[in-house]
């Protein structure tokens, strides 16, 4: 049985952190709204990530796989689009190289 409400609990905590990335409210806010502490969101967040092996957080990347004659559409929060045909390597390249430096620049340190 503990196992069963231990997945119950990480479910409800996966929803309830889909949903913190969905506002634009702080943790604190976030969690004062939820009726959570905020020690137990980052410690949530954490055992989280570790468990799927990503570091979405870090990154805000989320992995995908790439289909040789599709294209990659992206749709960020603020609305604006990006459509590159992944037969175009050069084109790929250019657009995460400049996501990449455009990301490291947001978080204050240098691109991978």
Not at 6 to 21: C, I, M, N, V
Not at 93 to 109: E, I, K, M, N, Y
């Given at each position: 049985?503990?196992?069963?409400?231990?997945?119950?609990?990480?479910?409800?905590?996966?929803?309830?952190?889909?949903?913190?990335?969905?506002?634009?409210?702080?943790?604190?806010?976030?969690?004062?709204?939820?009726?959570?502490s905020?020690?137990?969101?980052?410690?949530?967040?954490?055992?989280?990530?570790?468990?799927?092996?990503?570091?979405?957080?870090?990154?805000?990347?989320?992995?995908?796989?790439?289909i040789?004659?599709?294209?990659?559409?992206?749709?960020?929060?603020?609305?604006?689009?990006?459509?590159?045909?992944?037969?175009?390597?050069?084109?790929?390249?250019?657009?995460?190289?400049?996501?990449?430096?455009?990301?490291?620049?947001?978080?204050?340190?240098?691109?991978?």
């Amino acid at each position: 049985m503990a196992g069963s409400l231990d997945s119950r609990k990480a479910r409800e905590w996966q929803r309830r952190l889909r949903r913190f990335q969905a506002t634009e409210q702080s943790v604190a806010e976030f969690c004062r709204q939820e009726g959570v502490s905020a020690p137990s969101f980052y410690q949530w967040r954490k055992r989280l990530t570790q468990r799927v092996g990503l570091t979405e957080e870090a990154t805000g990347f989320r992995p995908v796989r790439l289909i040789p004659s599709a294209s990659v559409f992206v749709q960020l929060p603020g609305g604006t689009q990006l459509h590159v045909p992944t037969s175009d390597a050069q084109a790929l390249r250019l657009v995460v190289d400049t996501l990449s430096h455009a990301d490291a620049q947001r978080a204050g340190g240098r691109p991978c």
